[in-house]
C-alpha cells in the first residue's frame, strides 16, 4: 500500500485526529497547499470543528454533523446541531454562522446549468459519501439553479425513489425543468437496470406534470454518466 492510500485510509478512521497524521496528510496542510476544493466534506468539517472530546474524534464529530446536514431539508437550528455530542454552543454558533454566511454569499442558487458538467460540479462533493444520495435540482426557465435537495439516502447500491418525492418539492418551486442525480460508492458510473428503469418513470412523471426532466447523472468522485450525454434520450 503506497503513502497515499495509507494516509487515505488514516483519515477515513474514526480512531485518528489531525495531529495523528503524518503532517501533509493533515486537512489544514492539504487545504494550504491544494486549496479547499481538494478536501472532502468531512475534512472541511473537521477543520472547522477543530477538535473532538474525548471519546470521540474529530472526524467522528464531523461525520455526525455530515450526516444531519444531509438529511435536513432546511437549515439546522441551533437545537439541532446541539443535539450532536460533543458539539456545545460555540461550536453550533460557528457551525450555524458558516451555513448562513454560505448560504447568502455562495449558495447554489441562481448558478445557470447549461451542460451536464456543471450539474456534476455542484453535486461533486457527495462523490464520497458511503451510501446513494438521490438528488434533485429545480431549474426555472433559463435554468438557473432554484434550489438542490437530497430525496433520499438509501443503502448502498440501492436507492428506492418514487416520482411523487422527486417532484414534490420542484412543483412547489414552480421549476421548469429537474435534473436529477445520484453517487455509485463503487466509484462505478455505468447505469444499472434499475437506473435505467428509474429514469424512464421519472421522464413519464415529468411529462405528465409539465416539468422537463434534463438529464440524470450517476457520479462519482473522478466521472460521471449522463443519461443526456450518453444516450441523448433526455435533453431538449
Known sequence: MDAQCCYEELIKSQAYSPLELPKEA?????????GPQ??????????????????????????????LLDTAKELPGMKDILGIRGLGFSKACLVLAMLEFGRRHWGPVGIRISQPEDAYKLLRHYADRKQEHFICISLNGAHEVLASRIITIGLVNRTLIHPREVFSDPLMDRACAVIVAHNHPSGQVLPSP???????????TADLVGINLLDHIIFSGERFYSFSQEQGILLK
Open 194 to 204: 434499475e437506473d435505467v428503469d428509474i429514469t424512464r418513470r421519472l421522464k413519464a
Open 26 to 34: 493533515r486537512p489544514r496542510e492539504r487545504l494550504s497547499v491544494l
Open 38 to 67: 481538494s478536501l472532502s466534506d468531512r475534512e472541511l468539517l473537521a477543520i472547522l470543528l477543530s477538535a473532538g472530546i474525548r471519546g470521540k474524534s474529530v472526524y467522528t464529530l464531523a461525520d455526525e454533523l455530515l450526516e
